[in-house]
């Protein structure tokens, strides 16, 4: 039996042409099988959502934490501080704080959205058009927070030579290990030397280090890191979906 015409179907919808018009590669020829991804398709987005989000928050929190008195790593210009309603000396991290925050609901987004659909029998329900007013604003919201991130990046005021401060020379111990095991030295016995030295008060290492091993404060390798970025984001058919959005707004 022939394939029935467009002109046969009781509402001529040509599902082949939109999906030329809107840049998708295929469709889903099962219209059960598209319907059954309302829900699903949404929470996989939040999860990406909620993935940047997670990285930003905890960012976020290590600025809070650093920029405190009792580390003082950094700090940021008084316009994007807030001063506090009682402590005349304190600079309080407020953009940081709402980025925490805004980041910590944006990872909840993945659960309101399973939470909403995890009942629902097969088929279209009125209970979906919820998830619109919880997954849209989030789009926003993490592009704010994105933009404030780097805006605060931008200004962050690094203290020079923290490590000088004697308080911080342990952090070196495990460099004198390693560097008494190249000359040598079987680690068991300079584990238990710098160990001894430390307790004994004699302790006092080298701190200019040497790394050159690919990922360590001394090769970075951010240059390899950008070319992966770019490598995932170019693998994305923005260019081709766009041209075609384009070219169904102009028709």
């Not at 959502?49 to 790593?73: E, H, P, R, S």
């Not at 991130?149 to 020079?160: D, T, Y």
Request: some cysteine.
């Amino acid at each position: 039996m022939a394939p029935p015409r467009v002109t046969d179907l009781p509402f001529p919808l040509d599902r082949e042409l939109t999906t030329a018009l809107l840049g998708f590669d295929s469709l889903n020829y099962n219209v059960v099988y598209a319907q059954m991804g309302r829900g699903k398709t949404e929470k996989i987005v939040a999860f990406a959502l909620a993935g940047i989000a997670a990285t930003i928050a905890k960012m976020a929190m290590d600025a809070c934490l650093f920029m405190n008195q009792n580390f003082g790593f950094i700090s940021f210009p008084d316009e994007l501080t807030t001063g506090s309603s009682i402590m005349p000396h304190k600079k309080n991290p407020d953009v940081w704080e709402l980025i925490r925050s805004h980041g910590n609901k944006l990872q909840a987004l993945p659960n309101e959205i399973a939470m909403m659909i995890t009942n629902l029998p097969s088929g279209y329900h009125r209970d979906l058009q919820l998830l619109k007013e919880n997954l849209f604003p989030a789009f926003q919201t993490l592009k704010d927070c994105i933009r404030m991130s780097r805006l605060m990046l931008e200004n962050v005021r690094i203290k020079e030579n923290i490590l000088d401060d004697d308080k911080y020379q342990y952090l070196f111990s495990v460099e004198v290990v390693n560097n008494l095991v190249l000359q040598g030295t079987p680690f068991r016995e300079a584990y238990k030397k710098v160990g001894m030295d430390i307790e004994n008060g004699t302790f006092s290492p080298d701190k200019e280090v040497k790394h050159t091993h690919a990922g360590s404060i001394g090769n970075l390798g951010t240059q390899q890191i950008a070319a992966q970025m770019d490598a995932v984001i170019k693998s994305f058919p923005f260019e081709s979906v766009d041209k075609a959005l384009e070219k169904l707004l102009n028709s």
